[in-house]
């Protein structure tokens, strides 16, 4: 009898030791290679998940619920344990809203961080295949401003690639609606904030229909305005043709993040930026709302001319009195952004210079970076996660950007690449500075 309950308890550790973790594979480059050609984790699990009207304005700790079911059910990984003690983790966890043992359901689910005597809040959205868990640097920070946190999950995303390819637009527009409503009836003072593509849908639906009175400012972190890509139109046509279904196919082993990215995501991402174009803007009644905006100038993603363009359009104190009160942070050439919007805008500019802190190790500041903390354990200087998505058509330079201890940091320029192998930065070596910007902002607003 002790016999077979030793073997059985040896049977127990063993299976502890060889427990998967939303960290297992991320140092081993033999099963990243694995997962990229098999397309380990870029499908869902095919469960069906209840639909919740969004037009009746359900409680948001009813939407919470909803979301983390659909992770739950249709995200193959949700239940493996996830260590990842960020502090947002670490808020709340204090406040009961999240166990001590984290699992990857409980990371990538939308979240909300309560003050017991605050009627104001930051509404973040997220970007294209990206989760709530992206805004655990920003969370922790307006937390501690004092405001209470609101996060939503877009439709599609926390579960795996695949499940983009079955979205409708009109999902996107519907969660956007409940979330700016539903967070308006509950609070007096309201700020929206978006990233990337999440920047986009907040935009349009500010601009298609009267900002609610409790919405005070808008904050957007390398907003999706235009895509160097000019031929995004053309990605609806490119899916419907038989087994073309990916533009990008990558091993999915950023358990918060989609490293795949089908045609459906682009054709998505098209229909959120074409509601926002200069041309269209022009013709709209733009709201009374200041607006801070951060953006990198090389982003290899999003022109960053296109958003000079939105920053300068919106900026117009003499029609809108609260834009006199807009703020650009720019990483890069601060003469560029002056050039475009003129010495009356407010701009903060930071850019990297070689040797010199707090980025001597980075070339420059990519898209994805703008939001993330150097200290983030997973995203930051000493995170465990790399992107090394520029390389995958060649296997050799993949292995040795996830590999190699010498590699260069930056966004994904042509110019960069060419000095070396190269990860793209995920972190904010300015994240100090950027803190210190949006305190003075939120000063302003009223």
Not at 311 to 339: F, I, M, Q
């Amino acid at each position: 009898m002790m016999r077979l309950f030793l073997l059985s308890l040896l049977g127990f550790v063993s299976s502890l030791s060889w427990a998967q973790t939303c960290l297992s594979h991320i140092d081993d480059i033999d099963y990243t290679m694995a997962a990229k050609a098999k397309g380990t984790y870029r499908w869902v699990n095919e469960a069906k998940v209840n639909t919740l009207d969004l037009a009746k304005l359900p409680e948001f700790s009813r939407y919470l619920q909803h979301a983390r079911d659909t992770i739950s059910k249709r995200n193959p990984r949700s239940t493996w344990p996830c260590p990842i003690n960020t502090k947002t983790v670490q808020l709340l966890q204090a406040q009961k809203q999240l166990p001590d043992s984290l699992q990857v359901v409980d990371l990538l689910s939308p979240f909300e961080l309560r003050h017991a005597n605050s009627n104001k809040v930051a509404l973040l959205f997220h970007g294209l295949t990206d989760s709530p868990f992206t805004y655990h640097s920003l969370a922790a920070f307006f937390y501690d401003q004092g405001y209470n946190v609101r996060t939503v999950l877009l439709p599609g995303h926390g579960t795996a690639a695949s499940d983009l390819r079955e979205v409708d637009f009109k999902q996107w527009q519907e969660i956007t609606e409940y979330a700016i409503a539903r967070t308006s009836k509950d609070y007096d003072n309201v700020i929206i904030g978006g990233y990337s593509t999440g920047a986009a849908l907040a935009i349009a639906h500010l601009t298609e229909q009267p900002a609610p009175k409790q919405v005070r400012a808008v904050m957007l972190w390398s907003p999706a305005t235009e895509p160097h890509n000019k031929n995004g139109w053309m990605s609806k046509w490119v899916d419907r043709i038989p087994f073309v279904n990916w533009i990008d196919e990558d091993a999915d082993i950023d358990f918060a993040k989609y490293e795949s990215f089908p045609f459906a995501a682009a054709t998505l991402a098209h229909e959120a930026m074409r509601r926002i174009t200069p041309k269209k803007l022009a013709k709209k009644e733009l709201p009374n709302l200041p607006l801070f905006i951060a953006q990198s100038d090389v982003d290899t993603t999003i022109d960053a001319r296109a958003t000079l363009a939105l920053a300068k359009l919106w900026h117009n104190p003499a029609e809108r009195p609260n834009t006199l009160n807009d703020v650009l942070v720019y990483y890069g050439d601060k003469s560029r952004a002056v050039g475009a919007l003129g010495k009356q805008h407010t701009i903060a500019s930071y850019a990297c210079q070689p040797g010199m802190p707090p980025c001597n190790e980075v070339l420059s500041l990519s898209h994805i970076s703008v939001i993330n903390s150097p200290a983030h354990p997973y995203y930051g200087k000493q995170g465990t996660y790399r992107n090394c998505g520029s390389y995958l058509e060649d296997d050799t330079l993949y292995r040795a950007c996830k590999s190699d201890d010498d590699v260069l940091v930056g966004e994904r320029t042509e110019q960069n690449l060419a000095k070396g192998v190269l990860k793209r930065l995920t972190y904010n070596p300015f994240f100090n500075e950027l803190e210190q910007d949006m305190v003075h902002f939120l000063e302003n607003v009223k």
